[in-house]
């Protein structure tokens, strides 16, 4: 389930990755020389269009869209194929997979409870879970709070991997139990630290306290009051139409169940998910029948973090993510609140703006397709304001390159960054920055603003267009000790890696070097492999290959804390989290999310 800063690292792959951009295609429907309110027959043609180009060249199997506009569905369509063995197309009823949008569902939910005084947003995650625990090493940290949890401050780590995607999930009670090991990553409030652990303790505070098993809870609370009559929270998606199979590339592929149902549970069609946008675009009214209260919407619309210093400016709301750097960028429109979603194999990207009051949905069953959802979910609600209010977006002026840093303010860029995407390192060179990241080189030049825009050659020689990824400026920026480099599009910023220095490494850490399997996979998906600890440039890292990720290969910095701890370092998600060493049948293992990690003879 994606953190939604990953989608600027997802940007950043697809541009160096998608060599397709030079390819022609077929040439977008005319466009009238004035759009008419309320009319959205070009916006239909265009986005249709765009769609199908961009299916046929990330090999996207089915996509389906819903666009809302106030309280009417103006468009909803399906594209390519729910089955594609069956020849059964994707329609604006096939169910998917949302992924991480499920949290809307579970923060709206709990805000529910809050409504009726059963829930304090602010009361610690212990007096609704009374055997949550986490160990931490933060004195005088505060508690961890319903609050902490929507907005992804709570310190909770990101994922309890071992057990979350397997054959037969254990119910989300298990996870107080399973987790009383582990330490909390930072202390609450510190930054923005994405965790689905944390919205699934979230599910299991809703289950405690309405008394009833989650998935059939949010049944009754939400999806039924809402007329979502193919949707429902559950562990896998079955194979019964208008269930969308999984596709990775032309290949269909089993999905696995998850444990997490409240972070990314939730089966569900785009014309099911329209009733959802528009009880949000209605503050909470849908169909006459009150869903939750108008204050209660706006409250999880209005950014909670904006304290935060090391959060630089991005924003979020209770379950909602506020700011649309990373693909979702719309401009004069007021807020645009969002949620984007994966499973293994299904994607999803929903956004409303609710004060035009427009909203879409769009979902697909193929892992190649994150970059093409949120594409267009944003070329479609660009054109769709345009339609209905008359404004056109600001057509983005570049930003003139050249001399504009000298050598030194150049050198000072140079180290080792813990980043999104993992361990990155920048090089002076004359008059630009070298960046390497993923196995991936690129250079980073200083533009008349101060900033650096990234810029990519193929082949080392012909320049490619990076699109979105191409108007960002990245700067540096020193926060609390922190030295951490930023994006900014001119308006919004985040933050998008910390600089890491070596540290001096004892005997017994230099003694674990080496390659390293999973002793305890059991029937869990296996994420991970090829994983080892090496050292480079002073750095200790531990390296892994992400199969079910195009094979991408992740170095992460972890600094030991002791002879017997470590954590992985950066201001991001699945970072500041504990490595631990144990002793099993008198062998050392070390122990990170649940798994037992065994070095190879």
């Known amino acids: 389930m ?27 429907p005319v466009r009238p020389q004035a759009l008419v ?35 009417q569905v103006v468009w909803a369509e399906g594209f390519g194929y729910a089955d594609t063995a069956a020849r ?14 499920s949290k809307l569902f579970t923060s709206t939910a709990a805000m529910q409870l809050v409504e009726q005084g059963r829930l304090d947003l602010d009361a610690p995650l212990a007096t609704y879970i009374p055997d949550f625990s986490l160990r931490s090493r933060f004195s005088n940290a505060k508690p961890i709070t319903l609050r902490s949890i929507m907005t992804h401050h709570s310190g909770i780590p990101s994922d309890y991997a071992k057990g979350m995607w397997t054959r037969q999930p254990q119910p989300i009670s298990s996870l107080p139990a399973l987790i009383r090991d582990e330490y909390a990553a930072f202390p609450p409030d510190t930054f923005l630290s994405y965790s689905n652990l944390g919205m699934s303790l979230l599910g ?86 009150r869903i939750i209260k108008p204050e209660t919407v706006r409250e999880m619309l209005r950014p909670q973090n904006s ?38 194999y299904h994607r999803a990207q929903l956004v409303v703006l609710p004060q035009v009051k ?74 630009y920055l070298k960046a390497e990241l993923m196995d991936r080189s690129f250079r980073l030049v200083p533009r008349q603003d101060k900033k650096l825009q990234i810029q990519y050659r193929l082949l ?33 910023e985040v933050v998008i890696g910390e600089k890491v220095t070596p540290v001096a490494l004892s005997a017994a850490w230099q003694q674990r070097l ?39 290969r992740i170095s992460q910095v972890i600094r030991p804390l002791s002879d017997n701890e470590a954590v992985t370092v950066g201001l991001w998600r699945g970072m500041g989290e504990t490595i631990r060493v144990l002793q099993e049948n008198g062998k050392e293992q070390l122990s990170f999310s649940g798994y037992r990690l065994e070095k190879a003879p």
């Open 358 to 431: 427009l909203g879409v949905i769009v979902l697909s069953n193929s892992n190649s397709a994150q970059g093409l959802v949120n594409t267009i979910s944003t070329e479609a609600l660009k054109l769709a304001v345009e339609i209905k209010t008359g404004r056109k977006q600001p057509e983005k002026k570049p930003i003139l390159t050249g001399e504009f840093l000298s050598a030194d303010e150049l050198k000072a860029y140079e180290g080792s960054y813990a980043t999104m995407a993992g361990l990155g390192t920048l090089t002076a060179g004359p008059g």
């Open 204 to 289: 299991l505070a809703v289950q405690n306290v309405s008394g009833q098993e989650f998935a059939g809870y949010m049944q009754q609370a939400l999806l039924s009051p809402l007329g979502m009559q193919h949707s429902a929270f559950s562990p896998g998606i079955g194979s019964a139409a208008p269930a969308a199979r999984a596709y990775s590339g032309s290949d269909e592929k089993p999905e696995p169940p998850l444990r997490d149902m409240p972070a990314g549970g939730l089966n569900a069609s785009v014309n099911d998910m329209s009733r959802f946008i528009r009880m949000i675009l209605a503050e909470g009214e849908f169909n006459g029948q």
């Open 37 to 71: 309110p309320g009319e959205y027959g070009y916006l239909k043609e265009h986005i249709t269009w765009l769609i199908r180009k961009e299916m046929s060249k990330n090999n996207v199997q089915g996509l389906s869209i819903a666009l809302v506009d106030d309280q």
């Open 307 to 344: 304290s935060v210093a090391l959060d630089q400016g991005f924003r979020i709301g209770l379950g909602w993510m506020l700011d649309g750097l990373g693909g979702i960028n719309i401009k004069n429109v007021g807020t645009v609140a969002h949620h984007s979603g994966a499973t293994l």
């Open 514 to 552: 080496g390659s390293y399997r999973i002793t305890n996979l059991g029937d869990d998906t296996q994420f991970a492999d090829e994983i080892s600890l090496r050292l480079a440039d002073g750095l200790l890292l531990i390296e892994y290959t992400m199969r079910e990720f195009g094979n991408a």
């Open 88 to 101: 059964l197309p994707a329609t604006a009823d096939t169910v998917y997979r949302i992924g991480s949008v």
């Open 460 to 492: 080392g020689l012909f320049p490619i267009d990076l699109g979105e990824l191409g108007h960002y400026g990245v700067s540096r920026v020193n926060v609390s000790g922190h030295e951490l480099l930023k994006a900014s599009d001119g308006e919004q």
């Open 2 to 28: 994606h953190h939604p800063f990953k989608k600027i690292a997802c940007l950043l792959l697809s541009a160096l990755l998608m060599l397709a951009l030079l390819a022609g295609c077929a040439s977008p």
